[in-house]
């Protein structure tokens, strides 16, 4: 059996003890990016995930070195297992950006730990001398309120930034295929799926240089650092000003994305059962 601790932790029955899988411990590294509800759910279910499952599988290295270091599993019953992203659907026209427009894209729920202010404060940076849209495509999430006051505060112009909500993967698939950059800058991630599906869809990536992303990305995308606003702003217009770096990290990024696949993901999680490895 299984059980699944992660992005909404579910308590294990003992019913189901023999692996655990645990997507990130960002509630107990980072408890103020979440609600308190959340990191009381997510002890709990953790707690019992170490009593009773015999080992646990983690998507990046760096997890595994968090959940060993936080003293939540022996190292020995750690084992990390990639995630990927699916191929999207052929693309279809997005209506809620400016078509024509050049475009930073930001595909994110608006949750704390996703950063999306520290975004908004870099992009203001470069409004004015670039005719670039910035936009945020995902759900609300707990820290919508900080986000939109920040988009209120930095003075862009409504006409310039645009939140798109939730939007299905056909219309992802063009957002990705317009943005001239994908912005990722997560103060924390467990793996970065939105780093990887996007180098997948051709879309050069700047991301937040934290553990995970440098893990999923390799040296496929620009790294910055999380929380500062300038350096973010300097990536941005090195790419948006550079055609043939944009070019460099789009090859770099499709190269990297093609060695992540949920059947590889699969054939090691059957090898992994097969051998019983508790490890």
Not at 193 to 210: Q, R
Request: glycine residues 6%; neutral net charge; hydrophobic residues 40%.
């Amino acid at each position: 059996g299984s059980q699944s601790v992660g992005t909404r932790p579910q308590a294990p029955t003992r019913a189901a003890t023999s692996v655990a899988f645990v997507h990130d411990v960002g509630r107990l590294l980072h408890p103020h990016l979440f609600r308190p509800r959340q990191v009381r759910r997510f002890k709990s279910a953790l707690r019992n995930c170490s009593r009773t499952a015999e080992y646990v599988v983690v998507p990046t290295a760096s997890v595994g070195r968090e959940i060993a270091e936080l003293d939540l599993f022996d190292a020995d019953r750690i084992r990390v297992l990639p995630l990927a992203v699916r191929p999207l659907p052929a693309p279809v026209e997005a209506e809620s950006h400016p078509r024509g427009d050049p475009m930073v894209l930001c595909v994110s729920t608006l949750h704390r730990h996703k950063n999306i202010p520290t975004l908004i404060r870099a992009f203001r940076r470069i409004v004015r001398d670039r005719p670039h849209h910035l936009v945020v495509a995902g759900g609300r999430g707990g820290g919508a309120d900080e986000v939109h006051a920040a988009a209120r505060s930095a003075n862009i112009p409504p006409s310039r930034i645009h939140f798109l909500g939730h939007v299905d993967e056909s219309r992802l698939a063009e957002l990705y295929r317009s943005a001239e950059v994908t912005v990722c800058p997560s103060l924390y991630e467990g793996f970065g799926l939105t780093v990887l599906e996007a180098m997948a869809n051709g879309s050069p990536v700047i991301a937040s240089d934290i553990p995970a992303h440098r893990e999923v990305a390799g040296d496929a995308a620009q790294f910055v650092r999380a929380e500062d606003d300038a350096e973010v702003a300097d990536a941005l217009v090195d790419l948006i000003d550079d055609e043939s770096r944009r070019g460099e990290f789009r090859a770099r990024g499709l190269d990297r994305s093609s060695q992540f696949s949920w059947e590889r993901t699969r054939e090691e999680f059957s090898r992994l059962i097969s051998a019983k490895c508790v490890l």
